[in-house]
Each structure stands twice: as C-alpha cells, then as structure tokens.
Nanobody
C-alpha cells in the first residue's frame, strides 16, 4: 500500500505562483509513475502532469510552459511548481501514483485526498 498526502494549495491572485507537494509513504518500490490531476467544479478530472521514475515528463497543453513537475526520490516526494496561474487553473489538485500505466491518464493505483487551488482574477 502507498499513502499520498498533498500540500501547498491555497488562494493566489492571477499571475502568482504555488508549489504543490505530494509526500508518499509505504511500498514505494512498486511505484514507477506519479501524476498530478485536477478537477474543477462541474468538470471531469484531467491530467495536469506526470513524471516517471526515469524523470520522463508529460504536461497538459494548458499548463505547458507554466507548470513544472519534479520528484525527489530520496524524500519520496513529488512537486508541481505552478507559475503564472490563471483563474481557469482553479480546481482541486490530486496526486496519484502507479506501478504501470497504459498511458499518462492511467490507470493509477493510489490517490491523495486533494488540495484546493483557487486563483482569483
């Protein structure tokens, strides 16, 4: 089993920045991919970014050039650096982990509880 705990969400003005963290614990030896998803009210959950154990990364077109994903294997923590935030980035952000995925959308085996990001205009 793997437990994921997100932190770093909050309220920020448009153009501002936030850094989300996802602290993982448990049987991390089986985890090869970590991803960040988000879900806005009334919308489907969508992939924001993903990173493999070999540091291969993926970004949604809407965040390319603004968000950066990274991971610290020694700390079992993944990060999402979010810059130039826009009101449309407002959502609950979830961290996810998987041993094997079919594509970047999943399936993911473990999920965090989510952290709220609100961007005001």
């Amino acid at each position: 089993q793997v437990q994921l705990v997100e932190s770093g969400g909050g309220l920020v003005q448009a153009g501002g920045s936030l850094r989300l963290s996802c602290a993982a614990s448990g049987s991390m030896f089986s985890i090869n991919v970590m991803g960040w998803f988000r879900q806005a009210p009334g919308k489907q959950r969508e992939l924001v970014s993903g990173i493999t154990v070999n540091n291969r990364t993926q970004y949604a077109d809407s965040v390319k050039g603004r968000f950066t994903i990274s991971r610290d294997s020694a700390k079992n923590t993944a990060y999402l650096e979010m810059n130039n935030l826009k009101p449309e980035d407002t959502a609950v952000y979830y961290c996810a982990a998987a041993s094997k995925i079919h594509d970047w959308s999943g399936p993911y085996d473990y999920w965090g509880q989510g952290t709220q990001v609100t961007v005001s205009s």
